[in-house]
């Protein structure tokens, strides 16, 4: 896109990028909370820390339609938001640190001012002309050789 030319896919974005280390933070995290907690707390805050990056991803792609783009943003708030009510339950329970809990809200928080700003500058993400190719045009058609 000609308006962001340093951004040539969603892994470039940096809240996408500090999405994916928040759900391995919380994935490693979540190993040692206690067994009882498999299906509960710990798939919650799993789903919700690894669909942030989904959502974001998904943005990406639906950046053609204004209104898309900043739903599945709108979504991606929401699921950081959720991740965060999931941190305060654990260290409500006692599962994580204060000193834990403190550093991944900030990293929840930090993603929610990233899409934050994205969803008030959402015109400069999206309207890429029509007839603009995203990707590189694939090689359909061999060039004749000479025999």
Request: with cysteine; aromatic share 10%; charged share 25%.
């Amino acid at each position: 896109m000609s308006k962001l030319p340093y951004v040539k896919t969603f892994r470039d974005l940096v809240v996408y990028q500090q999405a994916r280390q928040l759900a391995q933070d919380v994935f490693a995290l979540t190993k040692q909370f206690p067994k009882e907690e498999n299906f509960a707390l710990t798939d919650q805050i799993r789903r919700s820390s690894r669909s942030i990056g989904a959502q974001i991803a998904e943005a990406w792609a639906k950046r053609r339609y204004e209104k898309h783009f900043l739903s599945k943003l709108t979504d991606a708030d929401g699921e950081q938001q959720e991740t965060q009510h999931w941190l305060e339950t654990a260290l409500d329970c006692t599962y994580i640190t204060r000193e834990i809990s403190d550093k991944l809200l900030a990293d929840c928080q930090s993603i929610g001012r990233l899409l934050g700003s994205m969803m008030a500058k959402s015109a400069m993400f999206c309207n890429t002309p029509p007839n603009q190719l995203r990707e590189h045009q694939p090689t359909y058609f061999i060039e004749p050789t000479d025999h």
